[in-house]
């Protein structure tokens, strides 16, 4: 599959880190982000810039995109200047973009129409896992495309799982997101508590990430609140939105989950404190100042 063309549209935080193993691993890629200077270290690295989603488009024979909101993701590919318009028949689309599942659906339906390929492909492992290679990969679409593109994940995927049909792979990341909700605020309580109580918390990290309160968030997150560092693997602001995605569905659903809801509550509280753009990490600032 190396022969084929790259195109990937979404430079941020995990987006680059992706791009890199890419140029890496000796695929031909082309990149385009709404703002060009995110990109510039990478085509320094030999990557190839286009002007518009369109240029980006028109030469790949594999689109991945990687952007912020489901609105972002419905102006990208269903505007007039958007992928599908720009697309042709044989072209597979590969959205990372944590997204609804509707909209994963859609995105499927109209690719199918025009005679594409569609994967709904969310990930987990934030910046870390972006820039090691080791992402978490939840997958939905046909089982047939997946297999065909699983080399080409495993570039910058380790755990890469088919979880069933178009949007399949949103709603595990909607599981991922909930599991992370909890998680992040069980992470900073027992650290506020550590901190309040005088334990050294390095010192209670060393016990309890190892035992069976070990999470992500603990073991990766944990260090960096302590260090006051709130610069995002992934950021507040997206944090939010997912929840939302979350909270829609379990309606949806008819599902009641009184811990999303806690866990969005406090995060809006953040995102109206200014803190969109720090990492889901400075959740600790409910608890301590």
């Known amino acids: 599959m190396k022969n084929e063309k790259i195109a990937f549209i979404g430079t941020g935080v995990m987006g680059a880190s992706i791009v890199k193993h890419l140029v890496n691993a000796s695929y031909d890629v082309t990149v385009y982000t ?3 200077s995110k990109a510039d270290p990478l085509v320094e690295l030999g990557v190839r810039w286009a002007d518009s989603v369109g240029e980006a488009v028109r030469e790949a024979d594999i689109i ?5 909101m489901p609105a972002d993701v ?5 505007s007039e200047n958007g992928i599908f318009a720009n697309g042709r028949p044989s072209q597979t689309v590969v959205d990372m973009t944590t997204s609804s599942p509707e909209l994963a659906i859609a995105i499927a339906r109209k690719a199918e129409s025009l005679q594409m390929h569609s994967l709904d492909a969310p990930v987990s492992g934030g910046d870390i896992g972006a820039q090691n290679g080791t992402l978490s990969i939840m997958c939905g ?3 047939a495309l997946y297999d065909r593109l699983l080399p080409i994940l495993s570039v910058f995927g380790k755990q890469i799982v088919y979880q069933g049909d178009a949007g ?6 909607m599981c991922n997101q909930i599991t992370v909700a909890g998680n992040m605020i069980g992470a900073c309580e027992a650290l506020a508590y550590a901190m309040k ?3 050294d918390p390095d010192t209670m990290l060393q016990s309890v990430a190892s035992g069976a309160a070990g999470s992500w968030s603990l073991s990766a997150l944990g260090p960096r609140i302590i260090e006051e560092d709130y610069e995002p693997g992934f950021f507040v602001k997206h944090f939010v939105k997912d929840l939302n995605i979350a909270l829609q569905e379990t309606e949806r659903l008819n599902l009641e ?3 999303l809801k806690l866990a969005r509550k406090m995060y809006i509280e953040l995102l109206d404190q200014g803190y969109g753009e720090k990492g889901t990490q400075v959740l600790i600032k409910q608890y301590i100042d």
């Open 141 to 143: 679409g046909k089982k």
């Open 74 to 78: 419905e102006e990208v590919y269903l």
């Open 168 to 173: 399949a792979g949103q709603h595990a990341k």
């Open 257 to 259: 989950l009184p811990g």
């Open 197 to 199: 109580s005088g334990l």
């Open 34 to 36: 709404r703002t060009k």
């Open 64 to 68: 991945f995109t990687m952007i912020g």
